[in-house]
């Protein structure tokens, strides 16, 4: 069990640019989310999936923002035409979705937007 | 909506002092309440967790007890220690997703 990795770990990008991260849930986890960390804030839950199915989108994700889990494993959340206010710490976290089902994170993707 | 109000920090404190971190929580039914802790330079990690009223979570010293009647569920620790330095997070999970409050930032010095 290597835990949830993300890549990249930091990402500097200029306004308008587009930008994809990765996330590389613990195996065997059929549940997948995706939360966004500003600065001084708790996370905010952004989608998850059940296996390759998106089940829950936040209002937070406009439509810039897109997540993908094509073969129910690895997921990727792109951004598109990137603006100043995306700016934040990207976590992933998966779980078994069974039982008491804990989320485990990821050590997250640092966006900075120029 | 559901949502989840902690102390602001940071929390000063000196090695072997008590801890207490409040913690207030708004949502309809009956939320699963967890505790949450991040180190530097790591990622969110669950410290403890409690899944009906009067449960206690525990963990590495820490206790927090899900009080329905003052809707509460405050971190505390009878002695910290430097090691215990981390910003920690409140969180209520009603359905699938977490919702977390904005952490408060423990500082523990010798």
């Known amino acids: 069990d290597t835990g949830v990795s993300q890549n990249p770990r930091h990402k500097i990008t200029k306004r308008g640019q587009n930008v994809t991260f990765r996330c590389d849930p613990i195996?065997?986890?059929?549940?997948l989310y995706w939360y966004r960390q500003t600065l001084g804030q708790g996370p905010e839950f952004l989608t998850y999936?059940?296996?390759?199915?998106?089940?829950?989108k936040s209002r937070l994700l406009s439509d810039r923002f897109s997540a993908e889990r094509p073969k129910g494993s690895f997921s990727t959340l792109e951004i598109q035409r990137t603006e100043q206010g995306d700016s934040a710490m990207y976590l992933c976290?998966?779980?078994?979705?069974?039982?008491?089902?804990?989320?485990?994170f990821g050590p997250g993707t640092r966006l900075t937007v120029l | 909506g559901d949502s989840v109000t902690q102390m602001e920090g940071p929390v000063t404190l000196s090695e072997e002092a008590f801890l207490t971190i409040n913690c207030t929580y708004t949502a309809t039914g009956y939320p699963s309440l967890f505790w949450y802790v991040q180190y530097p330079g790591e990622g969110l990690q669950l410290l403890l967790k409690a899944t009906k009223a009067d449960d206690k979570g525990s963990n590495k010293g820490f206790e927090a007890t899900y009080r329905k009647e003052t809707t509460s569920f405050h971190l505390e620790k009878g002695s910290v220690q430097v090691s215990d330095s981390a910003v920690y997070f409140c969180?209520?999970?009603?359905?699938?997703?977490?919702?977390f409050g904005t952490g408060t930032r423990l500082q523990v010095f010798p």
């Open positions: 976290a998966s779980s078994s979705g069974a039982g008491f089902d804990e989320q485990f």
């Open positions: 999936f059940q296996n390759e199915a998106q089940l829950e």
């Open positions: 969180a209520l999970r009603n359905t699938d997703k977490l919702i």
């Open positions: 195996s065997e986890h059929n549940r």
